[in-house]
């Protein structure tokens, strides 16, 4: 059997150990022992290392050992940092760009300036400032804080703050925006839109694309999308695919969009595949762009893998092949919905405190949902705690209607977590700012 590394130790990579570890034997190099990926190296007779994966020897050392044929990445800073350009230049098929292929991520202004090239209709008035004065003037421009702050470079999704929602006032958003351009020597600052947001995800081998079902995300702390910005804290998807505010009109733009960027990248020779994902915004004068990431979103990756009709593992051989189409990459007719779970204090600021928790997965799983552990391990039978500050747990289940899916993943934790674990109670309502 062939024999897959799989680097990245959350709740997406969660799910993908679960899909890839059906073909593979799974391969993992983490920082701890993330309790889902552990069950299916065990399960697929794989092998672990509890080690740092962005140590490139480790991960040579581990690779030439165990004569590891492929490598899966879809993180965004181990993608950065070039660790499938490592796995390539070993000889490795492999599943996620290269460090220059995830520029589009990595760098905002290369993707704004791509998108301005293909799509001039789709982007935000914007500015790239990279001195203070500038930032000045540029803010000075707004009568208030409609206006929206991103920084450069790599945030794990969590650094772009919106005026009246993540910052209040212009002096507020000022600062954010100057201690960015400290940081990195260029912020951008872009016009804040009124629109529905969504997300297209499309599975691409470097020159065709099958789009995903489209997903909404829930990047606020609180129900009603109240409180700070947050990694995801769920996420839903569709039977037809769409969203209620959606045409198979707008994803296809957005889709058209993507493909073109591809051809754009490769034209960079810039050895993109895996996934590509849009932020979009439905507004009253069009679509707009809000940015690309090279890789699946999280918790995106937990709906979409667990829709998919077609085995993952067929899915990547396709990827190699580069004859991925509709027609062998297919997915399922259902709703999905996940609820992420977290520590009381997750994304509030406050001291670092470990969280420990109970979770009863098997009980949970009787019920219909499934469990995907993200920052946790195992202390213990059905005892967790939290590793770092990020989120701890996801639960999706699916459903022939939106309702269904969520009553599903709802219910299956009721009696069957502890009472410390946090999560919103509001995951398939649509909320539009
Ligand atoms: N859920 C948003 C992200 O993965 O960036």
Request: negative net charge.
């Amino acid at each position: 059997m062939s024999k897959c590394l799989l680097l990245g130790n959350g709740g997406r990579e969660a799910v993908l150990a679960e899909y890839i570890s059906q073909g593979y034997e799974l391969y993992s190099i983490m920082p701890y022992e993330n309790p889902t990926i552990a069950e299916y190296v065990k399960k697929s007779n794989g092998k672990m290392l509890i080690a740092n994966p962005f140590e490139k020897e480790v991960v040579q050392k581990l690779i030439e050992q165990e004569k590891i044929d492929t490598c899966l990445i879809s993180s965004d800073n181990l993608l950065q940092e070039g660790l499938i350009d490592l796995a390539k230049s070993l000889g490795l098929k492999t599943f996620g760009p290269t460090s220059k292929g995830a520029k589009i991520e990595w760098s905002k202004t290369y993707a704004l300036e791509i998108v301005n090239k293909l799509a001039p209709e789709m982007v935000i008035k914007n500015y790239k400032i990279t001195q203070e004065e500038e930032l000045k003037k540029v803010i000075e421009t707004y009568p208030d804080d409609s206006f929206v702050v991103k920084p450069e470079g790599l945030t794990g999704g969590k650094g772009v703050k919106v005026g009246g929602i993540h910052f209040q006032g212009k002096e507020e958003g000022f600062r954010y925006a100057s201690d960015l351009l400290k940081a990195s020597g260029t912020v951008i600052i872009q016009d804040k839109v009124e629109g529905k947001e969504f997300t297209v995800m499309a599975l691409t081998d470097g020159k065709n694309i099958v789009t995903t079902p489209i997903t909404f995300d829930y990047p606020y702390r609180f129900d009603e999308d109240k409180g700070p910005g947050t990694g995801g804290m769920g996420c839903l998807s569709f039977e037809n695919g769409l969203l209620p505010f959606l045409e198979q009109e707008d994803v296809d733009r957005c889709s058209k969009l993507i493909k073109d960027v591809i051809n754009e990248l490769n034209q960079d020779n810039l050895e993109f595949n895996g996934v590509i994902y849009g932020g979009f915004f439905k507004c009253k004068d069009g679509l707009k762009f809000i940015e690309f990431n090279a890789r699946f979103g999280d918790p995106e990756a937990i709906n979409v893998l667990n829709m998919l009709e077609t085995p993952f593992t067929e899915v990547m051989k396709h990827i190699f092949n580069q004859n991925l189409s509709k027609e062998n990459c297919k997915f399922k007719k259902q709703c999905s919905c996940t609820v992420y779970m977290v520590s009381s204090n997750y994304a509030l600021g406050g001291p670092k405190t470990d969280c420990e928790f109970e979770l009863n997965k098997q009980k949970i799983e009787e019920k219909g949902a499934k469990i995907y552990f993200a920052s946790a391990k195992k202390q213990g039978e059905n005892k967790y705690v939290s590793v770092g500050t990020s989120r701890l747990v996801a639960a999706m289940a699916t459903g022939k209607t939106l309702e269904e899916a969520k009553k599903n993943a709802y219910n299956a934790l009721e009696g069957n977590i502890s009472q410390n674990l946090d999560y919103r109670k509001d995951i398939g309502t649509i909320y539009v700012h």
